[in-house]
């Protein structure tokens, strides 16, 4: 189990180069689960609605997407 911080989310789900190779590797190669904290479910939304996260969706549609593609627990 990897338990992913709010920022790891971001930078791997938009694919910004801040993860380090190590820790990018982890996420992809994890044979267990990748977990996420709800607090940081609330803190993207705070983000994106204050312009300080910018991405082509809702909140909700974001975060869902996030979810989704690395099939996160929360």
């Known amino acids: 189990m990897i338990l992913l911080d709010t920022c790891a989310i971001i930078w791997d789900a938009l694919k910004i180069d801040r993860l380090t190779p190590k820790a990018r590797r982890a996420i992809e190669n994890t044979e267990g689960e990748l977990m996420i904290c709800d607090i940081s479910i609330w803190e993207i939304s705070i983000l994106i609605k204050k312009g300080r996260l910018i ?8 975060i869902n997407l996030l979810i989704q593609s690395r099939s996160l627990h929360i």
């Open 55 to 62: 991405v082509d969706e809702t909140p909700s549609r974001f």
